[in-house]
């Protein structure tokens, strides 16, 4: 059992849990995820990392309620645990010194963009952050962000907050303006999308960190597995982040959404359960 | 692993073996006909989950006892990985002595009820019966193997095999699947502090995820764990070894020895257009759902399940078997098995695919995938097939099939669950360094002692062997413990 220390709610739809687990907050590097299981009925669903903490020996996770899992975690408060919790999984980033590197981060994406982005700026990188939602509420760590990034910008679809507009407008500023070396990107799968697709028309090397459906998260079952170069590649062990010019963002898509009407049952009936 | 044929033959020599062969002769014990499994019945056991085999009743299993003719050189030994002293439990249960017999079983064999029902028997300890010398079925050893046991659980009088007493010595045991549970085993009998790192939400690897409750209780395998657990095995979830902890860091906390049983891992595809369609599952995948995760019991469990009429497997190994009597169990009103051989060269246990045809499988056989086709949601809707015919022997002695040119033809599916193998698991190559690797990806090993290319690490099962039996690898597990013990003794 793992306990939750802290919790704070960051917008209507998305909280910050704090974790005890010692050894995932002592070996965990950038771009590791977690596997998250609540009790017996639980489902084993995948979360990136935003932060750790050595000493206290504590994980920092943010969730976004979207259904069953996610809600379920959502509603956890401090003193509650959390029955299995297992990870860090994945290939860490490959952070290099390479220039200038723009950090694209969507939603709740922004949450595990934050580690890497701060590892590129440590790594002696211009870093240029650029964070997007849907509008402002759903900012999320802009003072984190804010606070090691050479440039930061913000744009909102609705231009309630910093720039109306979506991501890759603000990305394509700032190519055009200067010589950027590689962009990093976290969040929706179609905003990811979009990104690569802009990048490529400029030959800018893309990574993608990308959150696909998993069961074990161990490299056994192959529920995540993405086209990428048209080759097969499993995001838990190969992943999570890939050339985002090679990903079939398409196949991904439609896989992500594999289970969507289960996913709609599955979220009514808690719903109901919990009045 | 060699037989100790020597105290084998003192134990047959003992007064009451002697006597127990007087009592029949061997004639009349021949004349005997095997035991039949009493079943569920087909076509209501396809409907649910409960156990296929209800197991041999007393009375059955006493009679299919007295058919063994407790031979002078018992060959059936030779054919078992872990070589169970066959005889000695088989004679146990003719006397009516169960409890002993159990105790027989456990003294080589850390889980007997697991085996007794999913061992390949009839490529084992019952091909080398002497029966089949006389062209009469076998002694019914499997059936037996799994009597003595259940018999043991269900009385609640289980034996905790003796553990010697403690050298300090703790090893660190990376998988809890059949073959760490047996290398834990083993090494706590020795004296060893033994500890378990499982990096899932439950202990027994395969056991719990891969095969089904149908063919497998998980009620068994917890109570294997149990009793391991009364040895003072040590047990951690939710721990990757790699990456939770490093092996330094196990190593500072005193670890060392190690055992890498982390088991199968990616599963294969066949790289054939359209595989990464919507609704198709590898085996791992729905079989974990199910099993590990009870999606059949979605939405009471969070984790779903895709429930369909058509159902089709890739594959004819024991997880394709397990796959698609799973989906008919799941409501398919159709469900395939498509394998490219002929159903003689299936690698399935013969009593699955008998299950399996009893349970009304379709078996495509001698047909070949070689694309998928989609509908307008990326969820897959046909398979196209071919037709191959058999050709000469290949490495594994099997008639290598072959595509027949122009015999391609498309059939409507709404799931596709290949089963055609998995690779080795990459987390531990990845993150174990110095540790020599194949170009498949499985650990290199000393064939004798399983050691690594690290001394103090030793390795079996599917890590090594690509993707085995059960059996195999407790065979393994076993034999790592035994050099593991040199290693330590010689250090």
Known sequence: MYKVVEKRVLSENVAKLIIENK???????????????????????????ADSDTEKGTITIIVQKVGTSSHKLFNLNAGDHISDLVGPLGQPTKVENIGTVIAAGGGVGVAPL??????????????????????KDL???ENEMKEFADEFMIMTDDGSYGKKGLITAGIEDVIKREKVDMVICLGPAIMM??????????????????????????????ACRVTVGGKTKFVCVDGPEFNAHEVDFDGMLKRLNAYKKEEETSYSKYLKDLK | MSVDYEALKKDRAQEWRENLRKSMPAKERTQIERAKMPENEPLIRNKNFNEVNKGLLEKQAIIEAKRCLDCPTPTCISGCPVNIDIPGFIKQIEKGNFLESAKVLKDTNALPAVCGRVCPQENQCESKCIYNKMKKPSVAIGYLERFASDYERNTGKVSIPEVAKSNNIKVAVIGSGPSGLT????????????????????FGGVLVYGIPEFRLPKKIVRAEINSLEKMGVKFVKNFIVGRSAGLDELKDQGFQGFFIGSGAGL????????????????????????????????????????RAKRVAVIGGGNTAMDSVRTAKRLGAEHAIIIYRRSEEEMPARIEEVHHAKEEGIEFLILTNPVEYIGDTEDKVKQIKVQKMELGEPDES???????I???????????????????????????????????????VVNEETLQTSIPYIFAGGDIVRGGATVILAMGDGKKAAESAHKYFINK
């Not at chain 1, 050894?23 to 489902?43: C, D, H, L, S, Y």
């Not at chain 2, 198709?280 to 779903?304: G, Q, V």
């Open chain 2, 183 to 202: 290398f834990a085993e083993e090494m706590c009998k020795l004296g060893y502090k033994v500890t378990i790192f499982e990096a899932l939400h439950k």
């Open chain 1, 23 to 49: 050894t995932i907050a002592k070996n965990r590097k950038p771009g590791q995820f977690v596997i998250i299981k609540m009790g017996e009925t639980g489902e084993r669903i995948p979360l990136t990392i």
């Open chain 1, 114 to 135: 934050y580690p890497i982005a701060k590892a590129f700026k440590e790594a002696g990188n211009k870093l240029i952050t650029i964070l997007a939602a849907r509008t």
């Open chain 2, 405 to 443: 040119p122009g015999s391609e033809y498309t059939i409507d599916i709404d799931i596709v669950i290949v089963g055609i193998g998995t690779s080795p698991n990459p987390l531990i190559p990845q993150t174990i360094k110095g540790l020599d690797v194949t170009r498949w990806g499985t650990l």
């Open chain 2, 397 to 403: 002695g099997r008639r290598r099939p072959k595509p």
């Open chain 1, 193 to 222: 999308k979009f990104i690569a697709l802009l990048t490529k028309k400029y030959n800018i090397h893309t990574i993608a960190s990308l959150n696909t459906i998993m069961v074990d998260g161990t490299g056994m079952c192959g």
């Open chain 2, 267 to 306: 599963p294969r595809f066949m790289n054939i257009p359209g595989e990464n369609l919507v609704n198709i599952y590898s085996s791992n995948e729905y079989l974990t759902r199910i099993n590990l995760m009870k999606a059949y019991k979605f939405p009471e469990y969070d984790t779903p399940i895709i």
């Open chain 1, 139 to 141: 900012i999320i760590l």
